[in-house]
Nanobody
Framework: QVQLVESGGGLVQAGGSLRLSCAGSGRTFSTYDMGWFRRAPGKEREFVAAIRRSSDSTVYVDSVKGRFTVSRDNAKATVYLQMNSLNPEDTGVYYC??????????????????WGQGTQVTVSS
C-alpha cells in the first residue's frame, strides 16, 4: 500500500511557475507508475501527466506539453510536477496517484489505485 501527500500548490500570476511534490510512503513506491490529475471548478477530473516507475517514459495531456515536466526520485519516494508558463486554465486541485499497468502509461483514473488528498493551484490573470 502507498500513501501519498501532495504539496507545493498556491496562488500564482499567469506566466508564473510552481513545482508540485508528491511524497509517498512505503517501500514499494518505486514499483508504481505515478500520475498527476487535476480537477478544475465545475469540471471532471482530468489527466495531466504520468511517469513510468523507472522514469524511462512520460506522457502528457496536449494542453500542458512543453510547459509541464513530470519527474521522480525513487530514493526519496517523491514525484514532481514542474509547471511553467501557467495560465488561468491550469487552475484546479492537483492530485497525484499511484498505479501499475503492464504496458504503456495510463491516463485513466481507474488504472491508479492510490491517491493523495490534493493541492490547490490557482492562477490569476
Amino acid at each position: 500500500q502507498v500513501q501519498l501527500v501532495e504539496s507545493g500548490g498556491g496562488l500564482v500570476q499567469a506566466g508564473g511557475s510552481l513545482r508540485l511534490s508528491c511524497a509517498g510512503s512505503g517501500r514499494t513506491f518505486s514499483t508504481y507508475d505515478m500520475g498527476w490529475f487535476r480537477r478544475a471548478p465545475g469540471k471532471e477530473r482530468e489527466f495531466v501527466a504520468a511517469i513510468r516507475r523507472s522514469s524511462d517514459s512520460t506522457v502528457y495531456v496536449d494542453s500542458v506539453k512543453g510547459r509541464f515536466t513530470v519527474s521522480r526520485d525513487n530514493a526519496k519516494a517523491t514525484v514532481y510536477l514542474q509547471m511553467n508558463s501557467l495560465n488561468p486554465e491550469d487552475t484546479g486541485v492537483y492530485y497525484c496517484a499511484a498505479g501499475r499497468t503492464a504496458w504503456s502509461l495510463s491516463s485513466y483514473p481507474r488504472d491508479y489505485n492510490y491517491w493523495g488528498q490534493g493541492t490547490q493551484v490557482t492562477v490569476s490573470s
